[in-house]
């Protein structure tokens, strides 16, 4: 379905004022999971009719060196990618949480009302996407493989579904209806890099003193990053944690150094 006649910087714009406009939602204590749907909505179409603004594989190609199909020189892709890394560093994975498609189309899957697996805290997903990002990096790198597309993350929003490697990511995006963003947590390489930062941000969900230690977050979050003791590398800012949270101001978005956890 993506119409190729519509160019892919006017995703890469609505990525950015998408990206701005959660920011000031989670900086002004006025996130909800409703006021995030729209966003949502609109990165997965955005996702299906420009293909942008698909961070992992604009990261792909980026390593590949394929201008052609980035339709910008590598430095510029390359310092828009960064840019967001360091991004995360202040303000955490607002990318991850509603602006990538690949994250909203996961998000949006994960709504649909059936029994959930997650293994909650299990460092065992950030230990995989660890090896698959080495694996991704030799490959590209040493061979020219596109292993993102292999996985089939361009044919699934092209709507290929002739070509094999569609239904290996529409695999994917059917079980993040029962397992919380399988792809971002296992495979992403551009998570990866967001990951670590955002477990640094300046800016990070905390709880304050007007926690009542209910729990509540804990068993409503689907990575165990509500857990005080995990890090927030894993917090797709999704804003379960707070929805449930039955205190105002027990659980907010604040800067670090404030931290009383
Ligand atoms: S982890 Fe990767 S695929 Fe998931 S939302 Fe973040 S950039 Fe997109
Ligand atoms: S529920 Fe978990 S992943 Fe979602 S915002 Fe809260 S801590 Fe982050």
């Not at 390593?63 to 390359?78: E, I, K, N, Q, R």
């Not at 890090?231 to 027990?250: F, I, K, S």
Request: proline share 6%.
């Amino acid at each position: 379905m993506v119409v190729e006649s519509i160019p892919q910087p006017v995703g890469f714009i609505y990525g950015f004022l998408a990206f701005v406009t959660l920011i000031g939602l989670w900086y002004s204590g006025r996130f909800t999971r409703r006021r995030a749907m729209p966003f949502l909505i609109a990165s997965a179409f955005f996702g299906f009719l420009i293909f942008a603004p698909v961070f992992p594989y604009q990261l792909q190609l980026v390593v590949l060196g394929d201008t052609v199909a980035l339709g910008s020189p590598v430095p510029m892709a390359l310092g828009a990618l960064l840019t967001f890394v360091v991004l995360a560093l202040i303000v955490g994975r607002i990318i991850c949480g509603q602006v990538c498609p690949a994250g909203a189309v996961q998000e949006l899957m994960y709504l649909l009302p059936v029994k959930k697996h997650n293994r909650a805290g299990s460092r065992i997903p950030v230990a995989v996407r660890a090896g698959v990002f080495v694996v991704f990096i030799a490959a590209s790198l040493g061979l020219s493989v596109n292993l993102l597309a292999l996985i089939g993350l361009s044919d699934f929003f092209h709507l290929a579904a002739m070509s094999a490697s569609f239904f290996v990511f529409l695999a994917i995006v059917l079980l993040s209806a029962t397992i919380y963003r399988p792809f971002c947590r296992y495979i992403c390489p551009y998570g990866a890099l967001l990951a670590p930062a955002a477990s640094k941000a300046l800016y990070q969900l905390r709880r304050t003193d007007a926690c009542i230690d209910c729990g509540k977050c804990e068993r409503a979050c689907p990575t165990g990053a509500a857990d005080p003791a995990a890090g927030l590398g894993e917090c797709y800012l999704c804003g379960r944690c707070t929805e449930v949270c039955p205190v105002e101001g027990a659980l907010v978005y604040k800067r670090r150094e404030k931290k009383i956890t």
